[in-house]
């Protein structure tokens, strides 16, 4: 999997490096189970600090995408059922994305054309999972 981290957002590196591990597990560039890399190994990989990495990391594994094992280092985890929080979370996101397709003069059947067409590639890539 590559990770693009844009070095000039105001988005924190740590965010910009768990939201890229994510889509990487969602599109299929990342498998259940998969070894991550080690902190230091992704931190000299990307040219950033390992406390960033690190960060990062916690916070995936906080949120259950990865598991992490001191002997076996971080690993992604199996697919999650969803849970109520994270509804909760996903309509908060969604109204902020929605809002800003519709002052940009999305129509709401393009973009649900948009979401069904990534939800499905990205739903194809994940069919190997386990139950």
Do not use: W
Request: net charge negative; glycine share 6%.
């Amino acid at each position: 999997m590559i990770i693009t981290l844009d070095y000039n957002s105001e988005i924190p590196i740590y965010i910009q490096l768990r939201n890229q591990i994510i889509i990487g597990i969602g599109v299929g560039g990342l498998s259940y189970g998969e070894k991550l890399p080690t902190v230091r190994q992704l931190a000299d990989d990307l040219s950033v600090n390992a406390m960033t990495v690190n960060k990062a990391y916690a916070i995936l594994k906080n949120e259950g995408y990865i598991s992490i094992d001191r002997r076996y280092g971080a690993k992604v985890s199996a697919m999650r059922q969803g849970h109520a929080d994270y509804k909760q979370k996903l309509e908060s996101e969604l109204t902020l994305v929605i809002s800003e397709a519709a002052l940009n003069g999305i129509s709401s059947e393009e973009f649900m054309h948009i979401c069904s067409n990534i939800f499905t590639a990205v739903a194809v890539k994940n069919q190997h999972l386990p139950d």
